[in-house]
């Protein structure tokens, strides 16, 4: 049983680029939700995805954008990169039901130059 | 709001020392607790759970108890081992709000 797969693993860009993270969410589930966690930090609330709509969002600007496919997977695009960006990107996903725990992914690290 | 305190690291052990590991929670309403673990250079493992007041998350000799009445879910394990070596974040997910809010985790390493 696969559980959430996320891709690359690791991205370098320079300031100002876009850039698209993808995760394939745990076989049987149907949300996905994305994290930012900086260097020494705790994972950051970005957004929700649950039938291809986007159902929360962090306090992230609009730079951040995503999207969710109907077999469930999801990708994040982030515009007009910033140093700030840089961070590990961390795919959730669950069963849109209360109490589920999320199920996390490995991670893309990316790095903005 | 809703929010998580960890206490601060990095924590350093000796092998089959007692640890605790100090969180506490400001949230409305009745959140659902949890301990993530966090190994270098992969993504978060869920450790344990708890989904309401005097519940018991266990997993793998580690313990919390939600404790409403302190608003704390403090991580124990009696004996630690080498391979316990990891970051630790302790999380609250709000009913309605469907996403988790995080500490800002705490380094553990354990030493033979």
């Known amino acids: 049983d696969a559980g959430v797969t996320q891709s690359p693993t690791h991205l370098i860009k320079t300031r100002g680029q876009q850039v698209t993270l993808r995760c394939s969410p745990k076989?049987?589930?149907?949300?996905v939700s994305w994290y930012q966690q900086a260097l020494g930090q705790g994972p950051q609330f970005i957004f929700q995805?649950?039938?291809?709509?986007?159902?929360q969002r962090g306090n992230f600007p609009d730079r951040f954008s995503g999207h969710q496919f109907p077999n469930y997977s999801s990708e994040l695009n982030v515009n007009a990169l910033l140093l700030g960006d840089s961070a590990l990107y961390l795919c959730a996903s669950s069963l849109m039901e209360e109490d589920q725990p999320q199920h996390f992914g490995d991670g893309t690290r990316l790095s903005i130059l | 709001g809703n929010s998580v305190t960890q206490m601060e690291g990095p924590v350093t052990l000796s092998e089959e020392a007692f640890l605790t590991i100090n969180c506490t929670y400001t949230a409305t309403g009745y959140p659902s607790l949890f301990w993530y673990v966090q190994y270098p250079g992969e993504g978060l493992q869920l450790l344990l759970k708890a989904t309401k007041a005097d519940d018991k998350g266990s997993n793998k000799g580690f313990e919390a108890t939600y404790r409403k009445e302190t608003t704390s879910f403090h991580l124990e394990k009696g004996s630690v081992q080498v391979s316990d070596s990891a970051v630790y974040f302790c999380a609250l997910f709000q009913t309605g709000a469907n996403n988790l809010f995080f500490g800002t985790g705490t380094r553990l390493t354990v030493i033979p």
């Open positions: 076989s049987g589930h149907d949300t």
């Open positions: 995805y649950y039938e291809e709509e986007e159902r």
